[in-house]
């Protein structure tokens, strides 16, 4: 039987810059099937999607994350140290400390401080009488995140932080100087960040998330160092903040399927969380995940070795047809009637999140969605005339206009 078709480009690098979430996709329509082989960076690489693939991708110890990311992207991101570049047991220890700071009830606390911060923060937006979601959003979740973690913000401060996570998040998909602007934000942010650790210890943020981040220990009983808790505490801060760029396309998806506006009045939480669901499963985030093969596997009739390089086209599985009714249509009620499972739903990972790698913040996501669009509900605006379309080709995605609303009143 024979293996998965190669592209025959000698290096397909720039041809995923520029096509950015069609990369994948258009190649499979091309080569055919589910998986392809290719070479990005000079490096042999497999790209997989669906359901069985990601099952593949996510089996328990069967994949690292080290060196199956650009070193850029990865210090964007994760920076050495984090829970991500761990593996087998000592991943599983250090994601107990992720589940157990973002309880049911915390995620809670963190959604009311959200709320706050989205009421304080309306009569700036009456004054000004049109505001641009994006970045606006981002000043919203980072006063509210910052504040929940342990970190109160004054102003100042807070568009700082605001301006470092969003390079950060900005630079993980590109290269260039959008990227160097995010890894130099970084830096700055990794030293206010190691002060708090610092203060934590000292006592004097007793009862917050930094303070069990600060005070966690590893399986053999030591701290964590002040660099490594760090990390790991922007892990907490920064991925909430990249809830903007899903709350915009919350407001996109109310306004291009008005009628959902009507349905969502009243609703009860499941229909807004199905909401948010489907906006998660319909727009793009991230498009692919990568992974190095820990051991020699076997897919499609060809034998990898360890260290294979494959890539999950995550943004392909939650359209899969197989896996999807009418997969290209948004469609929230889908979540209601159970098409989703922890394989063909990749928004943020797959399989289950104590034991592998799924990102552990996904119902951070969902609640600060829910109670986005909730606001945005109760808040008379109109959408002027803008260009919303979204490049496939930039990563992350956003809506060209980063929408405007103009408030009424």
Known sequence: MAGPPRDGALDATAALLREGYDFMGRRRARLGGDSFRTRLMLQDVLCVMGEEAAR???????????????????MSLQDFGSVQRLDGAAHRWRMRLF?????????????????????????????????????????????????????????????????????MIEGAGAVGPRNWRGLARRSRTERWARREVVAARAGLREGTPLAAVAGHRDAAGALLGVGVAAVEYLNLLRPTVAVDRFIVF???????????????????????????????????????????????????????????????????????????????????????????????????????????????????????????????LETPYEVPPQDLAIDPGRMPAIPRSRFVIRLAG
């Open 250 to 376: 919350c407001a996109l998806a109310l306004h291009e399927h008005p009628a959902w506006r009507e349905r969502l009045r009243g609703a009860d939480p499941a229909v807004f969380a199905a909401f948010a669901q489907e906006v998660r499963r319909f727009y793009p985030f991230f498009p692919a995940v990568g992974g190095r093969a820990l051991q020699p596997f076997e897919w499609q009739g060809r034998r990898f070795r360890k260290g294979a390089w494959v890539l999950l086209d995550t943004w392909g599985t939650n359209h899969d047809p197989r896996a999807w009714t009418e997969p290209d249509r948004f469609d929230p009620e889908r979540f209601l009637r159970d098409e989703a499972n922890a394989f063909n739903f990749t928004p943020q990972g797959a399989g289950d999140v104590a034991t592998g790698h799924r990102c552990p913040g996904e119902q951070v996501t969902v609640e600060l969605m829910a109670r986005a669009v909730r606001r945005l």
């Open 56 to 74: 593949l991708f996510y089996a328990p110890d069967r994949f690292t994350r080290r060196a199956a990311l650009p070193p850029t992207t990865l």
């Open 99 to 167: 589940l157990e700071v973002l309880s049911p009830e915390a995620v809670a606390r963190l959604g009311e401080r959200f709320d706050a911060e989205w009421e304080r923060r309306q009569a700036l937006w009456r004054d000004r009488g049109e505001i641009v979601l994006y970045p606006e959003m981002g000043q919203v979740l980072t006063r509210a995140v910052c504040a929940w973690g342990g970190s109160p913000l004054t102003d100042d401060e807070a568009g700082r932080r605001t301006g470092e996570f969003r390079a």
